[in-house]
T-cell receptor, first 111, second 112 residues
Framework: DQQVKQNSPSLSVQEGRISILNCDYT??????FLWYKKYPAEGPTFLIS?????DKNEDGRFTVFLNKSAKHLSLHIVPSQPGDSAVYFC??????????FGTGTRLQVFP | DGGITQSPKYLFRKEGQNVTLSCEQN?????MYWYRQDPGQGLRLIYY???????QKGDIAEGYSVSREKKESFPLTVTSAQKNPTAFYLC???????????FGPGTRLLVL
């Protein structure tokens, strides 16, 4: 049973517009959520995280929103840039335990 | 310059051969992790270690072995029992009282 799901395998957005990447989870014990960005043949790079006591966390162009009742989180990138083109993974953990990763969403930002 | 290093970047395995992937970190992190990534899939946990001389199986430990003799090092051995070893292998570490894991650059293992 997949506890963290990214149902959109790919997303294409024009440069300058908003990119919205979505993630759903099933385990109500998750209390910490993270987003990672990954280029091909490289390790994932940590982007932004959010604790379950918050519903929003912002860092520059990146904002993560958490809706606990819907068990849903999203990553907003505004404005999108060509360098944002990568695969984005969401991940979740419960009480500092191991991270559970989604399957990733490939974002392509075109001019 | 602190970080996580993995070597080699590419590794080739012959039939019936054991190979060892290196992971070193100088971040003074207690916890270290090994993941495997296959095309179109997320990262799956192979083994993890919360402290020196201790480690636990992850979700797909069969055919793999690890050791944690030093805080800085967490090598992964892919044994001949692993029938489908071709994948991208990622090592990560996490500091005490931190939630975020930081990843190395990865090793791609290919079978000849």
């Amino acid at each position: 049973d997949q506890q963290v799901k990214q149902n959109s395998p790919s997303l294409s957005v024009q440069e300058g517009r908003i990119s919205i990447l979505n993630c759903d989870y099933t385990n109500s014990m998750f209390d910490y959520f993270l987003w990672y960005k990954k280029y091909p043949a490289e390790g994932p790079t940590f982007l932004i995280s959010i604790s379950s006591i918050k519903d929003k966390n912002e860092d520059g162009r990146f904002t993560v929103f958490l809706n606990k009742s819907a068990k849903h989180l999203s990553l907003h990138i505004v404005p999108s840039q060509p360098g944002d083109s990568a695969v984005y993974f969401c991940a979740a953990s419960a009480w500092g335990d191991k991270l559970i990763f989604g399957t990733g969403t490939r974002l392509q930002v075109f001019p | 310059d602190g970080g996580i290093t993995q070597s080699p970047k590419y590794l080739f395995r012959k039939e019936g051969q054991n190979v060892t992937l290196s992971c070193e970190q100088n971040l003074n992190h207690d916890a270290m992790y090994w993941y495997r990534q296959d095309p179109g899939q997320g990262l799956r946990l192979i083994y993890y270690s919360q402290i020196v001389n201790d480690f636990q199986k992850g979700d797909i430990a069969e055919g793999y072995s690890v050791s944690r003799e030093k805080k800085e090092s967490f090598p992964l051995t892919v044994t001949s029992a692993q029938k489908n070893p071709t994948a991208f292998y990622l090592c990560a570490s996490r500091g005490d009282r931190q939630e975020t894991q930081y990843f190395g650059p990865g090793t791609r293992l290919l079978v000849l």
